[in-house]
């Protein structure tokens, strides 16, 4: 169920924000959290853009069916843009049974809208590391 959830209006509510768009479980909430100009990248390092290509990476997290769990480490924030360092894991049981223990470090960027509003310009959930072509 769509749920309509708080977007940040500072940059120190994005990360909150952020976690209860994703434990929604939703898609359709989760993508209200995207700027329209947003992008995630996928394991492999491919962007993904627009709200169907985007959605379907995030159901593809969401068919876990697992809370995820967040450490911000670093926020630097430069007028309407901010660039986010997080440590995030999914660990448990998933829907069908098997054991999960996905833990990484993003490297994304949020942009404050003309509203005031903060939303993820860029969704790097594997940050940095090294890729290798599927």
Known sequence: MTQKL????TPDGIVPALLAHLNSLDVETML????PD?????????P??????????LARYFALGLQ?????????VTGNIASLILDWSYI?????????????TATDIA?????????????NPFG????DAA
């Open 68 to 76: 995820m769990s967040i450490t911000q480490r670093h926020m630097f």
């Open 6 to 9: 708080t977007l940040a209006s």
């Open 32 to 35: 209200g959290f995207y700027d």
């Open 48 to 57: 993904h853009v627009g709200r169907a290509a985007i959605g379907a990476e």
């Open 111 to 123: 942009r404050r809208g003309e509203d005031g509003l903060w939303r993820y310009l860029i969704d």
């Open 128 to 131: 940095s590391m090294r890729r």
């Open 38 to 46: 947003g992008m995630i990248i996928d394991a492999g390092g491919r």
């Open 92 to 104: 448990g049981t998933a829907r069908d049974g098997t054991e999960i223990n996905m833990v990484a």
